[in-house]
């Protein structure tokens, strides 16, 4: 007996998520591609290189592999590096070859949605502080008019920053992408830039394109006690969930940065209402316990469930139920909500096909509680470079050999496919067929 199916609104967009630095290869004039070649900083010791050698013509045989997987949409970034490789100097032939792969995703009814910041900072805006400095923010707004100028007949769906918060933790908070500044307040600047950044960019696409959706690309993961009854424990949940999650929740409806305790709101200029979307990219649950030694992460320690545990790093555990509740916390906000990314470091794709299955059943469940999600992006299409963790961590629905470039669709390409073209998912808990 076959199971019931759950069915998504018509129209439903079902792809994929990469972003230019992690698959085009080459991307020698970024900010990362000079921190990659300073030892010490990826894990594995190994290099974006030639990543998936989409720059020079890949991406079009893997989006057209994606079509055929029942995929209507792929989202992914343009290289700010490549689009204005000098302060002030755009660069017509990468503009171009944008152009030519969104005409090649429109003609295999692929709808793109562009990201136009994914981590990377041209080397130039990175020499001047990134974003740290205002002129950056300036220079962001510009490229992002530039886009709706020249790529806007083939685009509707923009993302201004991928996030921002992790961007800031990282980078500039902490020391493990560039610039790896380890300073909090450093961190604080950057934020308020970044949603500067997005809000400047959403007005200037909207002066250019006004029919354009222009929207911030957020990553939530659940946060939750660890010990559930312990005091401090709740304590220090309460603490990581509001600088990861509600920080950025509050700063789109109310148009400033809310801090708890009795930190100053601080107004971010032009930002209130300036999202015609979110877009959250969810990966799991982290269970938090109290940890005195520990201030740089607000006194928490992320206790990880070995059952769940894959690979070294910490990724967080398998929660689809917290696609769910993230989807209805940003319901309020009263715009669209696509799943920008969602997915799992899973090399031998042993709980990806579950993993799936049980996420979108989640969004489904928040489209039943009333969340207006439009869409699902799978990250990833094909394995791809993970920042810090360099080739180690594999995401894709396309298992990749980097020094080959030859390409294996794992199993849950196929289960992912039967959803894409089924729009629908199998109510209980048998996978879909192939
Ligand atoms: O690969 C990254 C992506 O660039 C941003 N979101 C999380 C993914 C997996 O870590």
Request: glycine share 8%.
């Amino acid at each position: 007996m076959t199971s019931p199916e759950l069915h998504f609104p018509e129209g439903f967009l079902w792809g994929t998520a990469t972003s230019s630095h992690q698959v085009e290869g080459g991307n020698v004039n970024n900010d990362w591609w000079l921190w990659e070649h300073d030892p010490g900083h990826i894990h594995d010791h190994s290099r974006s290189g030639a990543a998936c050698e989409w720059w020079c013509g890949r991406a079009e045989e893997d989006v057209a592999l994606a079509a055929r997987l029942g995929q209507n949409a792929h989202r992914l970034s343009v290289e700010w590096s490549r689009l204005e490789p000098a302060f002030g100097v755009y660069d017509p032939e990468a503009f171009a070859r944008y152009r030519r792969l969104f005409e090649h995703m429109r003609a295999l009814g692929v709808e793109p949605m562009v990201t136009l910041h994914h981590f990377t900072l041209p080397r130039w805006a990175a020499k001047v502080g990134g974003w740290t400095n205002r002129v950056v923010v300036q220079r962001f707004s510009a490229l992002a008019a530039q886009c709706a100028r020249r790529l806007g007949d083939l685009v509707t769906m923009w993302c201004t920053i991928n996030e921002p918060v992790v961007l800031v933790y990282n980078a500039y908070a902490g020391r493990q992408w560039p610039p790896g500044t380890g300073r909090f307040d450093v961190g604080l600047r950057a934020l308020r830039h970044l949603l500067r950044a997005h809000a400047a960019a959403y007005h200037a696409i909207h002066d250019v394109q006004p029919e354009a959706q222009v929207g911030m690309v957020f990553n939530m993961p659940l946060v939750e006690p660890a010990r559930p009854g312990h005091p401090l424990d709740r304590l220090v949940a309460f603490l990581q969930d509001w600088v990861f999650n509600e920080v950025k929740v509050r700063a789109l409806r109310e148009g400033r940065l809310v801090w708890p305790l009795a930190w100053p709101a601080r107004e971010v200029v032009g930002l209130r209402e300036a999202c015609d979307f979110v877009g959250l990219n969810y990966y799991g649950r982290y269970l938090v316990r109290f940890a005195a030694e520990a201030p740089g992460s607000l006194f928490g320690r992320h206790v990880q469930e070995p059952t769940v545990r894959l690979g070294g790093t910490d990724w967080g555990q398998v929660a689809p139920a917290g696609l769910t509740k993230h989807l209805l916390r940003l319901r309020p906000l009263g715009v669209p909500l696509y799943v920008t990314e969602n997915g799992v470091c899973d090399a031998h794709d042993t709980v990806r096909p579950h993993f799936l299955v049980e996420h979108v059943r989640a969004v489904h469940r928040a489209i039943q509680a009333g969340a207006d999600v439009r869409g699902y992006f799978h990250w990833s299409l094909v394995d791809n470079f993970e920042w810090a963790e360099g080739w180690s961590a594999r995401f894709g629905l396309l298992a990749l050999n980097p020094f080959t470039q030859e390409r294996l669709l794992r199993q849950s390409a196929e289960v992912y496919a039967h959803i894409c073209r089924t729009n629908s998912v199998p109510a209980d808990s048998a996978s879909p067929e192939q």
